[in-house]
């Protein structure tokens, strides 16, 4: 599925639309955050929106997620399926962790799927906006960010288990999309 027109998206984001939950991420310009349309913070003025039509674009193009409605929660990558079998075949071995180790994964990953891999990098820009190494490194993101939510995990464990292969490297990451150490999401997290 390609991104509807933006008026369409404006709409769907003004009714906080469910139906284009998984579909359909607004990345706000003055802000930096991207959200799902249903997201409960006051609509963004049209002019600073841009459309996405998965979490890994709109983080491929610079945004970072919002805390409010989590984008990572919405349904996965919808977008994709019933589009591509070879995307959505791409997609489990990520998920997997083939994209885990080094550089050289992208080129195993078409290997392993009989396609080549510039037409592999086509097809991701085409039904995910965003290439396999950014949407690896989305979901790596993702999960730790899950990890420190939900568990008690020291950084070294969820930098770890998300497939990063140093706290160092999460850190970076982290880092980048978050513009701050992994740590403060947990210190921030009221009380329950
Ligand atoms: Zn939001």
Redesign the pocket.
């Known amino acids: 599925m390609e991104v509807p027109e933006r008026a369409i998206c404006y709409r769907a984001l003004q009714a906080r639309d469910p139906r284009f939950d998984g579909l359909l991420f607004v990345g706000v310009t003055s802000t930096g955050?991207?959200?799902?349309p249903i997201?409960?913070?006051r609509t963004p003025q049209f002019q600073y929106c841009l459309f996405f039509g998965s979490a890994a674009a709109a983080q491929a193009a610079g945004f970072r997620p919002?805390?409010?409605?989590?984008?990572e929660t919405a349904p996965d990558l919808a977008s994709w399926r019933g589009t591509s079998n070879t995307v959505s075949r791409a997609l489990a071995l990520i998920a997997e962790g083939v994209l885990d180790c080094d550089g050289s994964g992208v080129a195993q990953l078409s290997e392993r799927l009989g396609v080549g891999e510039r037409h592999l990098r086509r097809l991701f820009l085409k039904h995910l906006g965003a290439s396999p190494i950014a949407v690896a490194q989305t979901r790596r993101v993702l999960f730790a960010k899950q990890l420190i939510h939900e568990t008690r995990m020291s950084m070294t464990e969820v930098a770890l288990a998300a497939g990063f292969g140093s706290l160092r490297r999460f850190n970076e990451v982290f880092h980048d999309l978050f513009h701050r150490p992994p740590s403060t999401l947990r210190r921030d997290r009221a009380p329950d």
Not at 33 to 36: D, L, Q
Not at 66 to 71: D, E, Q, V
């Open positions: 955050v991207y959200c799902r997201c409960p913070a919002c805390l409010r409605c989590r984008p």
